[in-house]
């Protein structure tokens, strides 16, 4: 893949849509992209979910139960599913998801991973085509940061004109 590119994760239940969040997906679509094309990298797979639909916001918007719940060890085992899923972002640069707590976006920002939050589900190559159209035109500062992170240079200025 010729020019600057980025591996960008995304998670999913269907692995055709980003229609999971952060904790709860089964899988993270991994793809190099640049400006003019994408790769299909691979697949993560999870067998282990948490156990419930929290959507962040404190326990008032979760029903009364801790965000954090879904993050217990319930078989004794120190199986810590955060970790194991942030561990599997190592490399990526841009995470796209339909949600994470604080705290796994902190975990997934100390890994220098920019996440992306997305408000409805969609197709993973409408996620691709996104991330083409902005690498090719008029870069957000946070994708240029993303950039010179992965090719170890420094933070191109940019003209909007």
Known sequence: MEGP???????????????AQF?????FV?????AEDSEFID???FSRRAKGKANGGGKAANGGRC???????????????????VNALDGVSILFTLGLSDLAACRVHELKV??????????IDDVIAQV??????????????????????ELAEQSAF
């Open 43 to 45: 697949a993560l797979q």
């Open 67 to 85: 965000v954090m719940d879904d993050m217990e060890d319930d078989d004794g085992t120190g199986h810590d599913p955060l970790t194991e899923r």
């Open 132 to 153: 083409q159209s902005m690498m090719a035109g008029f870069q957000p500062l946070w994708l240029r940061r993303a950039i010179a992170r992965r090719t170890g240079e």
């Open 23 to 27: 904790v709860a997906a089964k899988n």
């Open 30 to 34: 991994v793809y190099d992209v640049s």
């Open 5 to 19: 590119h980025l591996r960008i994760a995304i998670t999913s239940d269907s692995l055709t849509n980003l229609d």
């Open 114 to 123: 920019f996440p992306v939050k997305s408000a409805q589900h969609r197709a």
